[in-house]
Structure formats: C-alpha cells, structure tokens
C-alpha cells in the first residue's frame, strides 16, 4: 500500500466515525491522524480530503444523487458514502489523475464495503469519469 493510500485509508475511518459519532471531538480526529500516519505530510494530505469532503459535503452528495440510479445518498452503506465523497472530492479539487482516484476509490470500496461495494464505486466513479466531470466541468445531469 502506498503511502497516500494509506493517508486515504486513514481518512475513510475518520470520515465515518465522524458520520456514526458526530460528537467526535477535533483533537481526537487529530490524533487519530497522527497516531495512524506518523509522517506530517500524510497528516496534511489526510485532513485536506476530510477537510475538503466537510466544505462540499453539499455539492458532492449532488454528483452522488445525480449519478446514483436507483440510491439516493441516504440510502448507500456509511462506508460507500465516504468513499465516494472523497473519491468526488479527490476528482474536482486536486489534481490527483481521475484513473488513479478510481482505482483508490475500489480498492477501499474492497477493504471496507461489502462484496458489491467495489463495482458500485466503479459503476459511479466510472460514469463521472466518462462524461469528464473533473475540476473544471460542471455538474451535468445524467440523461
């Protein structure tokens, strides 16, 4: 596993004891990050994706409804959901290749998810790879 893998890893978990605890405390998510990585630059890269799936918590769940047949976002499995969100985060704001956010995204889906877990990522994070939708694209609805 490489190592931003692992700092994605870390914020899967962080992401979802945030969703299942939101009394989680600041401090203990920090520590949590240091505990885990160990490397500052981890840490750093860590706390932008949970930081950034926090302030376009809204506009991600949009990309996810949009692209989503059948499953609103409400209705997806707590481990899916974050994956997703940073995965869509990861595609609109960084420059992480879309290839390589996929590919991160399915590997987590199949440590974390269930047995379907990996094909849906892929079947969602696929379609917004198709159509483009990155950084610069705005969101368009699925037809």
Same mark, same amino acid.
């Given at each position: 596993?490489? =190592?931003?893998? *692992?700092?994605?890893?870390?914020?899967?978990?962080? &992401?979802?004891?945030?969703?299942?605890?939101?009394?989680?405390?600041?401090?203990?998510?920090?520590? $949590?990050?240091?505990?885990?990585? *160990?490397?500052?630059? &981890?840490?750093? $890269?860590?706390?932008?994706?949970?930081?950034?799936?926090? =302030?376009?918590?809204?506009?991600?769940?949009?990309? &996810?409804?949009?692209?989503?047949?059948?499953?609103? @976002?409400?209705?997806?499995?707590? %481990?899916?959901? /974050?994956? &997703?969100?940073?995965?869509? $985060?990861?595609?609109?704001?960084?420059?992480?290749?879309?290839?390589?956010? @996929?590919?991160?995204?399915?590997?987590?889906?199949? *440590?974390?998810?269930?047995? /379907?877990?990996? =094909? $849906?990522?892929?079947?969602?994070?696929?379609?917004?790879?198709? %159509?483009?939708?990155? /950084?610069?694209?705005?969101? %368009?609805?699925? %037809?």
């Amino acid at each position: 596993m490489t =190592r931003r893998s *692992r700092a994605r890893e870390v914020a899967l978990q962080v &992401l979802y004891q945030v969703e299942v605890n939101p009394g989680t405390a600041p401090r203990d998510r920090t520590r $949590f990050l240091k505990g885990r990585l *160990r490397s500052g630059a &981890l840490v750093e $890269f860590a706390e932008s994706l949970i930081d950034g799936v926090g =302030r376009h918590r809204e506009a991600i769940d949009a990309v &996810l409804e949009d692209r989503s047949r059948n499953w609103r @976002v409400a209705r997806m499995a707590a %481990t899916d959901r /974050a994956v &997703l969100r940073i995965a869509v $985060f990861e595609m609109r704001h960084t420059d992480t290749p879309g290839p390589v956010v @996929v590919d991160e995204a399915i590997e987590l889906a199949r *440590r974390y998810g269930n047995e /379907a877990s990996p =094909r $849906f990522v892929a079947g969602i994070l696929g379609g917004l790879l198709a %159509t483009g939708c990155t /950084a610069a694209d705005p969101v %368009t609805p699925v %037809t």
